[in-house]
């Protein structure tokens, strides 16, 4: 395995990977940016054409350790850039795509010309942009679209840039080449010693909190256990004691200037996803409340996760008992995004959550009669949605059933 290092959409990223990893695989199983395709796997249909340093790139026949220290755009990446914005609306327009599949690769080629290109004909347009192959529109609806933003752009003033501002050949990410085999040339002994460092805060994976992420749900529960609140509070702070109260879960060490890795298993039905990831912790003494950041995925399913914790730990009703108020919000991608419907998880979240006060009343319990909260073993290790699923469901219909009666 290799760790590659690059910057995909103007975000540093790596991911270990196999030598012969293709940069479209590894794009799309290692950061889930399944809006490259891929085609023939031969570089012929253009399909899964992206940017490698600002060059059209075949990226199912580039190997992604090839790209190392190179910079990367799909067409995620080109939400807002002006020349895709413009082309977007012109295939609309022109009706320049159908079945959408040769799309994001089609629309990174065309603006490769319209970027170069001051003012093509329709033959150019065509001869350019043959290695980009589309089965539905018979390339007409493609041709006008480009050579409509063409004529746009240059009535506004704006010229073509000769080669595109590139001013070197050879094959894409070579610019950066030179770095990555002097990487590449230091000794095994220098390189596994490498490997065995402890992980710094530079180096660390970390989850991204200011790039403006919103869930896609976000729910709220709260729930009383009957300890003081400022029990309850030290217990928070233990990070591995609560871990180990939510069945499943488990880290891959201590945390470390409040971040953490670990992993939670899950399993729906036949499906059994262990998502391996990263977290960020912060806690407020003062007004006793915390939040917890993180990123997940799955492997074997291609599902990725990224939520929010943010809980609060107060005085309950009763005297010695405590209320905590918690918001999750996450977002599921990949394969288990089909339960990912609000309904169905927050019913599920809240029967984990009830999971997670029986084993935190245990361990709280103990401590309180003079052992170690660590050393006591939780009431419930496993938790198989699945299992939940049909009586969650049952429950659901005779929801619908009596709301249905009523109304009559």
Known sequence: MNMVNLTINGK??????????????FLRETHNLTGTHIGCEHGVCGACTLLVDGVPTRSCITFAVAC???????????????????LRAAFSREHGLQCGYCTPGMLV???????????PTEHDIRVIMSG????????????????????????RGIAAIPEGGR???????????????????????????????????????????????????????SFTVAHPVDVVWDFFGRVGEVASCLPGASLAGEPVDGHVEGQIKVKVG????????????????????GTIDGTGKDKRSNSATRGRIGYTVQEGNDP?????????GFTLTGMLA??????????????????????????????????????????ITEFDAGSLMSSVIIGQIKRFFAKLFRRS
């Open 12 to 25: 540093e990223a790596n991911a270990a990977c196999e030598p012969r990893t293709h940069l479209a695989d």
């Open 68 to 86: 190392e220290g190179a910079a990367v755009t799909t067409v995620e990446g080109l939400d807002n850039d002006e020349i895709a914005t413009e």
């Open 132 to 155: 980009n192959l589309c089965r539905c529109t018979g390339y007409v609806g493609i041709t006008r679209a480009i050579q409509s933003v063409i004529a746009d752009r240059r009535a």
């Open 109 to 119: 080629s065309a603006r490769d010309v319209i970027l170069r290109m001051q003012d």
């Open 167 to 221: 001013s070197r050949l050879g094959p894409a990410g070579s610019g950066n080449s030179g770095a990555a085999s002097a990487r590449a040339s230091g000794s095994k002994v220098t390189a596994v010693a490498s490997e065995r460092k402890a992980p710094t805060a530079a180096t660390r994976p970390a989850v991204r909190k200011d790039d403006g992420w919103k869930p896609q749900t976000t729910f709220t529960q």
């Open 338 to 379: 089909q339960f990912s419907r609000s309904g169905l998880v927050q019913d599920v979240a809240n029967r984990l959550i009830a999971v997670f006060v029986q084993n935190l009343e245990a361990k709280l319990t103990h401590q309180a009669g003079g052992g170690n909260g660590a050393d006591a073993p939780p009431v």
């Open 320 to 328: 010695g008992a405590t209320q905590v108020d918690v918001t999750i």
């Open 270 to 289: 036949p499906i059994s996803a262990e998502f391996h990831g990263v977290a960020d912790i912060a806690r407020d003494d003062a007004t006793r409340t």
